[in-house]
């Protein structure tokens, strides 16, 4: 199992700029989840997934959309890229929603917008 | 919205050290997790521990939920502790998870 994967690891965006950053796990895992990481400061939530077709906000949502069209794949996107957003985003999965299941976290994706 | 705040900040050890680390919280919650993230970033789940005490070898944790408080201790600590030990908790059963801002360790050999 390759885990939970996330690509790019570094980009580098203008204001105002779109993209997608990719994340996909491969244990077949319901719950999925988006943080951001600032320096000096604990994970806060983006975005959150409970299955296929089932995405809800977490607490810092604003300027980010996902879809979950797939059980193993959780795309966030920044629809305009504010230098606000420059921050390390890690996905994370687990296989339920339950408070025991224990979440698997990807190596991070760390984004400048300049 | 629920508050979480870890204690130190910062931490420096002598190698094979022992250390508490700690972590409030100012309401109830129904799950609480301990994590590390190592110096290149990766983050691990260390315990699940809403309640009680757990031991994983050199590592273990206890939660007082009355007191709303939880404990990590590290005995013996080695190099490969260094990094940033967070907190997370949540009320809703599910996980709209609330991170603490870390307690930094850094093991001097």
């Known amino acids: 199992n390759a885990g939970v994967t996330q690509t790019p690891k570094f980009q580098v965006l203008k204001t105002g700029q779109s993209m997608t950053l990719q994340c996909a796990q491969d244990m077949n895992h319901e719950y999925m989840s988006w943080y951001r990481q600032d320096p000096g400061m604990g994970l806060r939530l983006i975005h959150y997934s409970v299955g296929a077709g089932i995405t809800d906000q977490g607490e810092v949502p604003n300027g980010y959309n996902v879809s979950r069209s797939t059980t193993e794949d959780f795309p966030l996107r920044l629809l305009s890229a504010a230098p606000s957003q420059t921050s390390v985003y890690f996905c994370?999965?687990?296989?339920?929603?339950?408070?025991?299941?224990?979440?698997?976290f990807g190596p991070g994706t760390r984004l400048t917008v300049l | 919205g629920i508050q979480v705040e870890q204690s130190p900040p910062d931490l420096i050890l002598q190698e094979g050290a022992n250390s508490t680390l700690r972590c409030n919280f100012s309401d109830s919650v129904n799950n609480l997790q301990w994590f590390h993230q190592n110096p290149w970033g990766q983050l691990i789940n260390l315990f699940y521990i809403p309640s009680g005490t757990k031991q994983n070898g050199r590592l273990s944790a206890t939660t007082v939920a009355t007191e709303r408080y939880s404990l990590l201790y590290i005995s013996s600590s080695q190099t490969t502790d260094s990094g940033v030990y967070f907190c997370a908790v949540d009320r809703s059963g599910g996980f709209k998870t609330i991170f603490g801002a870390g307690t930094r360790l850094f093991v001097k050999a």
């Open positions: 994370a999965s687990s296989y339920g929603w339950s408070s025991t299941d224990t979440q698997y």
